[in-house]
């Protein structure tokens, strides 16, 4: 089994060398951008557990961005974490974005004028997950740019209480390996995956994370990302009032 990182550079290296990705650029080092990302999006709202859905959580990358404008259309609250998690979660209620804006109010660059950052403790329940991936397998093991941020999001969720939800993948076809890829206890796996040719449902049954592996966390994490900080002190609550 290769090694994680090699995996991300091969793929990235095959989509610039066929062209399948698009602005921003390089592609390497970030959750790569991709054409037929609209395409992709079309497939996603079929799925009964995004038509059931009242608030869907999608990362900031580029690739998911006609996907967080489709969740403001289609009437639903958009969850969105902050980059790098620095300020937490930022809200954004269908009706605070005026007709016709939805795709700026989904936009990294102006959705905290659309929307607000919530604590913790002002997290709404989430019925839907949608996460970036360099590349995902058919069992849905799923690899990021390698910061980890979309599985520590999932994990803070889950230590909030958030019951199970399906997770799904926007990629494109060409991030859909063949190769089993590597997996920690950490990743969390997806339920589905989206690219512009259709839907796949994973044939993998893993138990998805139950909350952050506080082993895992450094000192110096905590003090960039206050939202851990803050779910610490949360988890400390609790179990002084158990």
């Known amino acids: 089994m290769r090694d994680k990182g090699i995996i991300r550079e091969s793929v990235w290296a ?34 009964d557990a ?23 259309l289609d009437g639903k609250t958009l969850l969105v974490p902050t980059p ?61 740019k390698g910061e980890g941020y979309a599985d520590r999001e999932y994990a803070i969720i889950s230590e909030l209480g958030n019951r199970p939800v399906p997770v799904v993948t926007t990629v494109h076809s060409r991030q859909l390996v063949e190769e089993e890829l590597p997996r920690d206890a950490y990743d969390v796996t997806v339920d589905w995956i989206a690219t512009e040719k259709g839907l796949l449902k994973t044939e993998g049954e893993y138990e998805k994370p139950k909350g952050i592996v506080w082993s895992e966390v450094s000192e110096e994490e905590m003090e960039e990302m206050p939202v851990l900080k803050e779910i610490w002190e949360l988890t400390k609550t609790k179990k002084k009032r158990d």
């Open 84 to 144: 790098r998690l620095k300020a937490g979660f930022i809200k954004i209620k269908p009706e605070w974005v005026p007709s016709g804006e939805e795709r700026k109010a989904a936009s990294l660059t102006h959705m905290k004028a659309y929307g607000k950052e919530i604590a913790l403790v002002e997290m709404p329940e989430i019925d839907l997950i949608v996460m970036g991936s360099v590349a995902v397998d058919k069992k849905g093991r799923r690899l990021g």
């Open 14 to 47: 095959d989509m610039t060398e066929n062209k399948v990705g698009r602005f921003p650029f390089p592609l390497k080092g970030r959750i790569p951008n991709f054409k037929g990302a609209e395409q992709a999006v079309k497939h996603i709202i079929t799925l």
């Open 50 to 72: 995004y038509k059931e859905a009242s608030v869907v959580k999608v990362n900031p990358d580029a690739p998911q961005l006609p996907l967080r404008m489709q969740v403001l």
